[in-house]
C-alpha cells in the first residue's frame, strides 16, 4: 500500500521561506516521477513542481518559477519542496503525489496516489 505522507507546513510572513517533506512508502521510490499540487480555499487544485525518478529533471508552474525549488533523496524516499520568497497567494494546502507509471514527463492525469496535505499559509 503506497503511503506519502508530507510535512513542512505552517504560518510564514511573506518573503520567508519554508521547505516541504514527503515521505513515500510502499513502492519502488526510485522508479517513478513526484509531484507538488495545492489547493486554495475555494479553487481547484494546482500543479506547482515535478520531478523525475533521479531528480535530474524538473519541472515547474509559472507561479512559482524562480521561488521553489523541488528535489528528492532516493536513498530516503523522500520529496522536496524549498518555497522562497513566499507570497500571501501561495497560501494553500499542498499535496504531494506519485504517478502511476515510471515515465517522463508525467502524464498529467496519471497521478495516481496522493498525501493527505500539509497547510501553508502565508501572511502579508
Known amino acids: 500500500q503506497v503511503q506519502l505522507v508530507e510535512s513542512g507546513g505552517g504560518l510564514v510572513q511573506a518573503g520567508g521561506s519554508l521547505r516541504l517533506s514527503c515521505a513515500a512508502s510502499g513502492r519502488t521510490f526510485t522508479s517513478y516521477a513526484m509531484g507538488w499540487f495545492r489547493q486554495a480555499p475555494g479553487k481547484e487544485r494546482e500543479y506547482v513542481s515535478c520531478v523525475n525518478w533521479s531528480g535530474g529533471r524538473t519541472a515547474y508552474a509559472d507561479s512559482v518559477k524562480g521561488r521553489f525549488t523541488i528535489s528528492r533523496d532516493n536513498a530516503k524516499n523522500t520529496v522536496y519542496l524549498q518555497m522562497n520568497s513566499l507570497r500571501p497567494e501561495d497560501t494553500a494546502v499542498y499535496y504531494c503525489?506519485?504517478?502511476?507509471?515510471?515515465?517522463?514527463?508525467?502524464?498529467?492525469?496519471?497521478?495516481?496516489?496522493w498525501g493527505q496535505g500539509t497547510q501553508v499559509t502565508v501572511s502579508s
Open positions: 503525489a506519485m504517478q502511476y507509471e515510471g515515465t517522463w514527463p508525467p502524464i498529467p492525469t496519471r497521478w495516481g496516489y
